[in-house]
């Protein structure tokens, strides 16, 4: 019999309105990585979150090491050596690194022999020394808000080792970093299968599993479709039975025809809040039926422009939207001349979490007719109009219109957002990493969406840390480092070797 320390036999989970989980069973042998692959919405984040306690299964059995097990809450899954590292990171922002990691098991001393007390010091230096052993040097004093992602993903994995930790189930760990911090996390998920660690990769992206996991098993709208040896399947095999379809992995788009010119940004400087220059005298022009991508490592400046020209960011310089000088307009006001605008961190600047999914789509138009009538906002124009967007964009919730857009999947809350950008048909959309977090048939769809969307006439600011996404996307490239603009050419004349010398420096103009 194989040694399997995860059993999960015909587990089935509802909410209303959805089957997440449909009869689905698993094993999972002691020290493999094994990765859980499938759609946005297709039920991976909530199988796994039953292995964690956090939601308990309809139907079905969980076995740990053999013994059936009711893991009734996180903490019990915890007393069973399981840790999670969740998509979103359950961190509290003004506490040290220590002090998110020890939450909850606060090692007690008594001060002066009598009172108890929590020895904060002492685990600074014990947290160090794990950090060390792992490779995830991390200062254990800094604050959580003072820390970038990956180093906070960091402190999401330390959490789990310092609770010692066996089975470490990793779900969308790679959705917020930059390609560097990816293969520097894919190191880390090696070093800790060779140490005796199992690990469960739940993620969509197929050339991570490819270097890293052993099987894989593949949901589709919540039912277990294989279950597949990684080295002897080909990463086309594994899109076309998550998606359900054939997948193409490169986006069909005609030449440009480029129109008149819709946005010029002329000397762009930017600041961040330490009062350095994050953006350098930065120009470039878009026309209308053209997409402009910038690209650069992440930290250069590119985020920067993007929130610039939306409005987000205090700025020198001049920028002109088809002819007209917005560089002093609020975002409202730059919304209604014609931008529609893709955030990069959609849950804190695109979404209004604990809003429905209705009201979240038409926050670009609330304050008008239909939707509000005599200062009256009415419910059955939000419905209609989101039911409407729901059906297009293939967005996939519980509840449908009155679905908290919390509770939806990352991917799902992408869409929502891009859906509600898209029908302002407006003269220039940006896009800042729209594909980021989203699995390869979403990722198919969304770039159709940004080809049709120029095809339209409309002018199109691509912002992505992805060189594959602007090399397949692009008519023209403009590449950043250390805040300046590199180059900007006609994307038909660069390799993405080209590219890539630029972003790290290499090529000056």
């Known amino acids: 019999m194989e040694d399997y320390i995860v059993e999960m036999r015909h587990i089935t989970k509802r909410f209303p309105g959805i089957v997440a989980n449909d009869d689905v069973s698993i094993s999972i042998k002691k020290g493999e990585i094994y990765a859980i692959l499938g759609e946005n919405g297709a039920g991976k984040s909530t199988l796994m979150s039953m292995l964690f306690g956090m939601y308990e299964p309809d139907e079905g059995e969980i076995y740990i090491r053999g013994q059936k097990v009711h893991i009734s809450s996180p903490s019990h899954a915890t007393k069973l050596n399981i840790g999670m590292v969740h998509q979103h990171f359950k961190l509290v922002k003004n506490y040290t690194i220590t002090e998110n990691i020890i939450l909850g098991q606060e090692p007690k001393r008594r001060f002066l022999g009598l009172l108890p007390a929590v020895d904060v010091k002492g685990t600074d230096k014990k947290i160090a020394e794990l950090s060390k052993r792992y490779g995830l040097e991390v200062d254990p004093t800094k604050r959580i808000e003072e820390i970038n992602v990956s180093t906070q993903q960091r402190v999401e994995i330390l959490k789990m080792l310092y609770r010692e930790a066996e089975i470490l189930i990793f779900d969308e760990p790679t959705a917020v970093l930059t390609p560097q911090e990816i293969e520097f996390l894919l ?5 800790l299968r060779n140490s005796g660690k199992t690990i469960i990769l739940i993620t969509h992206k197929l050339e991570e599993i490819k270097k890293v996991a052993d099987r894989c098993a593949i949901l589709c709208r919540g039912r277990l479709v294989e279950v597949l040896d990684v080295e002897n399947t080909s990463t086309k095999t594994m899109a076309n039975l998550m998606v359900g379809r054939d997948v193409s992995f490169t986006a069909e788009k005609k030449p440009a025809q480029p129109g008149d010119k819709v946005l010029e940004v002329n000397k762009l400087c930017v600041k961040n809040s330490e009062g350095f220059d994050v953006v350098k005298d930065v120009s470039f022009n878009i026309h209308a039926g053209e997409i402009f991508a910038i690209a650069g490592v992440s930290g250069n400046g590119q985020e920067e422009i993007a929130d610039a020209v939306a409005g987000l960011l205090k700025m020198s310089g001049k920028i002109v939207l088809d002819g007209e000088d917005i560089t002093d307009k609020t975002v409202r006001e730059r919304a209604l001349a014609g931008i529609s605008y893709i955030p990069q961190d959609r849950q804190e600047v695109g979404l209004v979490l604990d809003f429905d999914l209705a009201e979240n789509l038409a926050l670009r138009d609330y304050f008008k007719a239909p939707f509000c009538q005599k200062g009256i906002l009415r419910r059955e124009e939000f419905d209609k109009h989101a039911e409407k967007l729901i059906s297009e964009f293939d967005i996939r919730s519980g509840q449908g219109t009155s679905t908290v857009v919390r509770s939806m999947s990352g991917g799902n809350q992408q869409k929502a957002i891009i859906a509600r950008e898209i029908v302002q048909n407006s003269k220039l959309m940006i ?45 023209t490239i403009g590449v950043m480092y250390n805040g300046e603009m590199q180059t900007i050419a006609p994307a038909n004349t660069l390799t993405a070797n080209q590219v890539g010398e630029y972003m790290m420096g290499v090529k000056s103009k």
């Open 431 to 475: 896009f800042v990493q729209p594909t980021r977090g989203l699995d390869i048939g979403a990722i198919e769809n969304i770039h159709k969406q940004i080809i049709a969307e120029r095809d339209k006439g409309r002018a199109v600011l691509l912002i992505s840390l992805e060189l594959d996404e602007i090399i397949a996307l692009a008519d």
């Open 187 to 191: 190191d880390i998920i090696r070093e």
